[in-house]
Nanobody
Framework: QVQLVESGGGLVQAGGSLRLSCVAS????????MGWFRQAPGKEREFVAAISWSGSSTSFADSVKGRFTISRDNAKNTVYLQMNSLKPADTAVYYCAARNPLFSDYVPEKGRYDYWGQGTQVTVSS
């Protein structure tokens, strides 16, 4: 079983930056594809970014490309989401997710992630 705990959310002005962290328990973290998703009020949860188990490959939603980066530190069982040039449209609850380590492809479909954190709120004011 994998447990995920996000942190780093908060209130920031448009154009500002935040870094989210997700700490994972369990020995399989270093072999798991990790992803970040977000859910705004009244909307479905959507893909933001994903990273391969080694950290060498990443994928981003078009809406955040060039502004967000994803990284991981397997020694610390932690994955990060650096968010720059934030916009009010980025306001959402952000969730960390992990795939079963049997699967190595980093995909945007939320149904293919097996473990989820509780989420952290990000609010961007205009």
């Amino acid at each position: 079983q994998v447990q995920l705990v996000e942190s780093g959310g908060g209130l920031v002005q448009a154009g500002g930056s935040l870094r989210l962290s997700c700490v994972a328990s369990g020995r399989t973290f270093s072999r798991s594809v990790m992803g970040w998703f977000r859910q705004a009020p009244g909307k479905e949860r959507e893909f933001v970014a994903a990273i391969s188990w080694s950290g060498s490959s990443t994928s981003f939603a078009d809406s955040v490309k060039g502004r967000f980066t994803i990284s991981r530190d397997n020694a610390k069982n932690t994955v990060y989401l650096q968010m720059n040039s934030l916009k009010p449209a980025d306001t959402a609850v952000y969730y960390c997710a992990a795939r079963n380590p049997l699967f190595s492809d980093y995909v945007p479909e939320k149904g293919r992630y097996d473990y989820w954190g509780q989420g952290t709120q990000v609010t961007v004011s205009s």
